[in-house]
């Protein structure tokens, strides 16, 4: 109970009838007059009743003191018995304080994903989140039950808001030990067929281990490098992009036996091939108007190197002039298809027939040229139909088609076929969905026998008129036109030109994005977007692995003929692996090298400051039998001076509620009156004596 006053005036009006009071009393003391002392009493207890003493009692209720238990939900929690562990403890802790009168349990799933491209365990932002409508007056502890790997930690090893002990419980085992790699240096872009470096290094966490370090690189899937490592050193990888766009480039390291994960042993980098420049060689077999569409749109693109010859002088045409005083240089045959032919990526006939030029030997060593890796394109016209065509010659052998020798002389549409809607090079040519197509008529093409490749364009009356195939590791295409020069100069509207022959070039050159089965996997944030390209009308469902090895299946929809796509959300950061129809392709959601996947071995040490600064402890729970062990709990009142290495101190709060108020005025009603009124009648009871 505790007394207030609620004054009715002034106080410095009080304080003036109070002053004229003890004046007038001190004289009257002072004089010796009768009755004085009980004036005195009476002047007192009418300033007192100006004053309005009050008698109030409050009632109040404690507060109970508040204890968070932060449960580590990251994805390096999924390791092992980690998550068992965790759960076990949490519901032990809630059970241990529970028995404690004067406690409220707090449980905060901190540290897991919140969906960044980097994840990592923020365990302290998420604490502070979850306790902000709690005073830090009645804050008794922070438990945290987690493995260590903590990456918000404060520099100066004090959490903001929190003036009580924190502690940490360690899940996981004391001797784990974990391998891992880590890119150090890894090129963004790299010439195609040029030699990249990558540098790696593999980092053994925990105890030592005695196995081979050895690293094995692989572009695109197939494994070209393996480098004998040891453990903390840097070693450089040396392989080659073998096509332009993007190179998957995985390294991995063999996993340990007993190792806390396998996630981490691999890893993927994405690298851009870019083409030091294609090297292209056009043979025009004799001037005419398409070899200029031909040659303008190899000189435009700035990734190709173009050389150019035109057969002006044949053998037939020799006049017995001295060579010395003709212009034209001679078509230097040798060099071209016999020292440097493989330095080409591609060699476009163009109207070119069989007349004495090249020797017979020469076609024998294009076509080995084109089996072994290379590429040829025919653009015929009627010299492929006549006796001294090239498809008489050994190039016979890796030709799709063979001429019957007759010309089709008549105006028709080139159109795509079935196979050619889906194909990616002539899939979606501008103008093709019409019917008839939105571009101009061409007017002859070379009859053909049924070709063994892929017909994706058509002639009059559905003959062949695009024709491409594989041999062995090359590829050939047959255009049997030479009148593509009349979409170039804009005959009935023109037509796609442009980008019929810059794809039917790149297709050849093997550009990948126009590789008729293809599989890609992009991460775009928390999804991946897998994209695949077939020639098939349908596909079989994807086959996703996570970094955790769950397998999961999803299906694939058609966009556009030839093209299937899906999107994918994932549930966790990592890499993954896309296997669909025998293609696979990795793609890593999330930053390669994020912190969450750094270390992964449990330990005690990185939260040991933050708990000694706070009074707190660090204590793994691994009791060694599958269980776990929780520390006794320690309660004290007022601030924590010293740390228990053997107990959890839990700080308890003395703070209170209101809960209600009485109030009892001593000078107010009946009572105040009756007091005054017996003051002022004993001064007159004494003056009248």
Do not use: C
Request: hydrophobic letters at 40%; proline letters at 7%; zero cysteines.
């Amino acid at each position: 109970m505790n007394l207030t006053f609620d004054p009715f005036l002034p106080l410095w009006l009080i304080a003036l009838v109070g002053a004229l009071a003890a004046l007038l009393a001190a004289f009257g003391l002072y004089r010796r007059q009768r009755g004085m002392i009980l004036r005195t009493i009476a002047l007192a207890a009418l300033t007192l009743a100006l004053i309005n003493p009050i008698l109030v009692d409050e009632q109040r209720e404690p507060l109970p003191t508040v204890v968070a238990i932060a449960a580590d939900r990251s994805q390096s929690q999924d390791v092992g018995p980690r998550k068992a562990q965790t759960d076990k403890a949490v519901a032990d802790l809630r059970a241990a304080l529970g028995r404690f009168s004067g406690i409220e349990t707090r449980v905060i799933d901190a540290g897991g994903d919140d969906g960044s491209d980097t994840p990592s365990t923020r365990l302290f932002g998420n604490i502070a989140s979850a306790l902000e409508d709690v005073p830090p007056s009645r804050l008794g502890a922070v438990i945290s039950v987690t493995d260590g790997q903590v990456h918000d930690i404060p520099a100066d090893d004090r959490l903001p808001g929190v003036n009580a002990p924190v502690h940490g419980l360690i899940t996981g085992k004391a001797d784990e030990f974990d391998r891992r790699i880590q890119v150090i240096k890894a090129p963004r872009f790299g010439l195609v067929d040029q030699e990249q470096e990558m540098v790696l290094r593999v980092i053994d966490d925990g105890r030592p281990i005695s196995q081979p370090a050895d690293i094995t690189v692989s572009v695109n899937g197939e494994v070209v490098n393996r480098i004998p490592a040891v453990a903390g050193q840097n070693r450089t990888a040396r392989f080659k992009l073998d096509r332009a766009g993007g190179n998957i480039v995985e390294v991995a390291v063999a996993e340990v036996p007993g190792e806390v994960t396998p996630v981490n042993n691999r890893l993927v980098q994405t690298i851009d091939g870019i083409r030091e420049n294609l090297r292209v060689l056009l043979v025009s077999g004799e001037p005419h108007a398409g070899e200029r569409a031909w040659r303008n749109l190899l000189k435009s693109d700035a990734s190709v190197d173009l050389v150019h010859f035109t057969i002006l002088r044949p053998p037939e045409k020799q006049d017995g002039t001295p060579i010395n005083e003709l212009s034209l240089i001679a078509f230097p045959t040798r060099e071209l298809f016999v020292e440097k032919i493989s330095e080409f990526d591609l060699i476009i006939f163009d109207r070119y027939q069989h007349r004495g030029v090249l020797p017979i030997l020469y076609y024998d060593n294009i076509a080995q040229y084109v089996r072994q890796g290379g590429a040829i394109l025919l653009v015929s016209g009627p010299e492929h139909a006549g006796s001294e065509s090239i498809a008489y010659t050994p190039l016979a052998d890796i030709l799709p088609a063979a001429p019957t020798g007759q010309m089709l002389e008549k105006p028709f549409f080139p159109r795509l076929s079935d196979l050619g809607k889906r194909h990616p090079v002539t899939r979606g040519l501008e103008g093709s969905a019409a019917e008839p197509p939105r571009w101009g008529r061409w007017f002859r093409a070379v009859n053909m026998t049924p070709p063994e490749g892929e017909v994706v364009m058509n002639g009059s009356d559905g003959s062949p008129l695009l024709v491409l195939s594989h041999v062995d590791q090359g590829r050939v295409a047959m255009l049997l036109s030479d009148q593509g020069w009349l979409w170039a100069r804009g005959f009935e509207g023109g037509g796609p030109h442009v980008d019929l022959y810059r794809r039917i070039a790149h297709w050849l050159m093997k550009e990948p994005s126009l590789e008729e089965e293809r599989l890609t996997a992009r991460s775009l944030g928390r999804d991946i977007e897998i994209t695949r390209q077939s020639l098939k009308k349908t596909v079989d469902k994807a086959v996703v692995i996570g970094p955790d090895g769950a397998r999961q299946e999803t299906g694939l929809t058609e966009e556009e003929p030839g093209l299937f796509r899906t999107t994918l959300r994932t549930a966790r950061n990592g890499l993954y692996e896309v296997d669909n129809g025998g293609l696979k392709t990795l793609v890593h959601v999330g930053a390669v090298d994020a912190p969450e996947f750094r270390e992964m071995i449990s330990t005690t040490e990185k939260l040991a400051p933050l708990a000694a600064a706070s009074k707190g402890i660090v204590k793994r729970l691994d009791d060694g039998a599958e269980g776990v062990t929780l520390p006794q709990i320690l309660t004290v009142r007022g601030d924590v001076r010293i740390s228990d290495p053997e107990r959890m101190v839990i700080r308890m709060t003395d703070e209170t509620v209101l809960k209600g108020v009485t109030s009892i005025p001593l000078f107010a009603g009946f009572l105040g009156l009756g007091l005054l009124a017996l003051a002022l009648g004993s001064t007159w009871w004494r003056e009248g004596r």
